[in-house]
């Protein structure tokens, strides 16, 4: 369906989707500190929820990695997903660590919108990617991204803050989770603070993939309001 | 494998296993509050939970709600984990609620021996139950329960603080998530407290079923310490 809002993400079976924060400067780019037992943390935990994801053809070749890599439901799962969005919705945060880790030429290969309290101009970057920077709020950015997607679908990339603020603004159609069999015991939470009074899921499709993970994807509901008589 | 430790538990996608407490009386037996808000929402929550759970042939059968009843994947595992099962653990809280719920012919049919500070005298039930309090600490409630299954296996019921606290202690060999497709937003987590630096994950299998939850299941494994330099 043209114009679904979606998103996809890769979660823990404990429920996270990053590890336990710490400052993305150490992280990556010129004063990362490589040496830090915080990082190094971080760096594991991250490789280790992504297991199913860094061999993958796609991945490799968006990533600018290198030739050859992984085929199967994975990686057509991943290009699929790449193929049927037509433009990105982000948040400042994931913008922030990833101008410190993406190649020059972004992965995205759309117009993506990043919410943000600051507004800056635009930043085109070869390959097709362009970031636009909307201070408008959320529900602007979605505005401009569906805008932009003309026949294809937005995809709210992350951070998790951002994705939950979409989910709980009744703004989501559908989510994929890619549930990968690792337990974090700390991080970023998905589902934290999910107004669970309001949404709902509809499973469409459970698809097991020989790497471990398990592809989950839901249409996401309004929750009826409760016919209750008190006003 | 015969002495095999596990667990089967159905947890919501936001990792939780049994909504926010209420007090169990409030809940079930002669002074349950069915009027209370916080009573309705904890049953609504945990029908919506169990919503493939109870319409099983084999769940109505073992709870004796009467004939017929779903057939099918969902039901084929329920009974097979029933049947592999040659004693289960369970903490004091789970036998508590269990005590105010279950018909006299309590649905366990095996020795079930309960984690307790308050040691009591066996109590028999008819239908092949007996429930047996072990103050003398959770390995010993488990080689009791070993040693009672014989060459069946050996369940750890609930709750999910007695199941963290065998998965943390490196205890159990294998466990599986039926994964419901409803966000609940507040409860008890499973996977509160895991000790992921301890305890890693081999994924087996991954069962979709029609009804729209995802069977999955892993064998527990035991991280290699690290080898690193410090002591």
């Given at each position: 369906m043209a114009g679904t809002v979606f998103f996809h993400v890769t979660m823990s079976l404990?429920?996270?989707?990053?590890?336990?924060?710490?400052?993305v400067q150490d992280l990556f780019g010129?004063?990362?500190?490589?040496?830090?037992p915080d990082v190094q943390r971080w760096l594991s935990q991250w490789s280790e929820l992504h297991r199913a994801t860094f061999p993958l053809r796609f991945f490799r070749e968006n990533l600018q990695l290198g030739e050859g890599g992984e085929e199967g439901l994975d990686d057509d799962l991943a290009r699929a997903t790449h193929e049927r969005t037509g433009a990105h919705v982000m948040g400042r945060r994931m913008f922030d660590a990833g101008e410190l880790s993406?190649?020059?030429?972004?992965?995205?290969h759309t117009p993506v919108f990043v919410v943000t309290h600051h507004a800056r101009d635009p930043w085109e970057r070869p390959g097709g990617t362009t970031f636009h920077f909307v201070d408008e709020g959320t529900e602007t950015a979605l505005d401009l991204a569906l805008a932009a997607a003309g026949e294809r679908d937005v995809r709210i990339s992350g951070g998790g803050a951002t994705i939950l603020q979409y989910l709980n603004g009744g703004l989501v159609d559908e989510l994929t989770i890619t549930l990968?069999?690792?337990?974090?015991?700390?991080?970023?939470?998905?589902?934290?603070?999910?107004?669970a009074d309001r949404v709902t899921l509809e499973p469409l499709r459970s698809q097991p993939s020989p790497s471990g993970v398990t592809h989950l994807t839901y249409a996401v509901r309004e929750r009826p309001a409760p016919s209750r008589g008190a006003a």
């Open positions: 404990d429920g996270y989707i990053a590890p336990k924060d710490v400052p010129p004063s990362s500190k490589p040496d830090d993406w190649p020059a030429e972004a992965p995205f990968s069999p690792v337990l974090l015991g700390s991080g970023t939470r998905l589902f934290e603070g999910i107004d």
